[in-house]
């Protein structure tokens, strides 16, 4: 429909002014660490193996992990608990959806982007989102992370090492052997 690539437009200008917006602001980083995790996916198929493994490595309960998975349509007869979808969005970045709010208004210490391709609904919830540190491939949009790791976008046990190695190296994780 032409009135989708017109949102998407707006969606864009409103992500491009809240960028400029936020590397105006400077980097502001915690050195506390990391309690809570916001981890968005772009799909269902691997949650259970990621959050298995990201538990393990971080030495963190499953119940400090919080996940979102990004659905680029809303299938009526297969609706997701925790997903978000375009329509959660309407012009110029204005939330509609109460998860989505629900997740916007929540602190994170850390949240990790396994998406394996940029997508401006997925951005809008990373630029707006209150996390600390944010973590992320390295062909994403590098300017939303203070991590960009990059490896294999179908690795994630490489990714999650990685996580751990880097967050060790900057006192957000206890080095427990």
Same mark, same amino acid.
């Given at each position: 429909?032409?009135?989708?690539?017109?949102?998407?437009?707006?969606?864009?200008?409103?992500?491009?002014?809240?960028?400029?917006?936020?590397?105006?602001?400077?980097?502001?980083?915690?050195?506390?660490?990391?309690?809570?995790?916001?981890?968005?996916?772009?799909?269902?198929?691997?949650?259970?193996?990621?959050?298995?493994?990201?538990?393990?490595?971080?030495?963190?309960?499953?119940?400090?992990?919080?996940?979102?998975?990004?659905?680029?349509?809303?299938?009526?007869?297969?609706?997701?608990?925790?997903?978000?979808?375009?329509?959660?969005?309407?012009?110029?970045?204005?939330?509609?959806?109460?998860?989505?709010? !629900?997740?916007? %208004?929540?602190? *994170?210490? &850390?949240?990790?982007?396994?998406? /394996?391709?940029?997508?401006?609904?997925? +951005?809008? =919830?990373?630029?707006?989102?209150?996390?600390?540190?944010?973590?992320?491939?390295?062909?994403?949009?590098?300017?939303?992370?203070?991590?960009?790791? !990059?490896?294999? %976008?179908?690795? *994630?046990? &490489?990714?999650?090492?990685?996580? /751990?190695?880097?967050?060790?190296?900057? +006192?957000? =994780?206890?080095?427990?052997?």
């Amino acid at each position: 429909m032409i009135f989708t690539g017109f949102k998407r437009k707006t969606n864009q200008i409103f992500f491009n002014k809240k960028l400029i917006e936020l590397q105006n602001q400077g980097d502001v980083s915690c050195n506390k660490n990391i309690e809570s995790v916001l981890v968005v996916l772009d799909n269902l198929e691997n949650q259970d193996k990621i959050i298995k493994d990201l538990s393990k490595k971080l030495n963190r309960a499953k119940n400090c992990f919080e996940v979102v998975i990004f659905q680029p349509k809303k299938d009526k007869n297969n609706l997701i608990e925790n997903a978000f979808y375009p329509t959660c969005l309407g012009w110029y970045g204005k939330i509609k959806s109460i998860f989505f709010k !629900d997740i916007l %208004t929540k602190k *994170y210490d &850390l949240l990790i982007n396994y998406n /394996k391709v940029d997508n401006i609904y997925v +951005n809008l =919830l990373l630029l707006q989102c209150k996390a600390d540190f944010k973590v992320g491939f390295a062909n994403l949009n590098k300017a939303l992370y203070q991590l960009v790791i !990059d490896c294999e %976008t179908d690795d *994630y046990e &490489l990714f999650n090492e990685e996580i /751990k190695k880097y967050l060790t190296i900057l +006192n957000k =994780l206890e080095c427990k052997n």
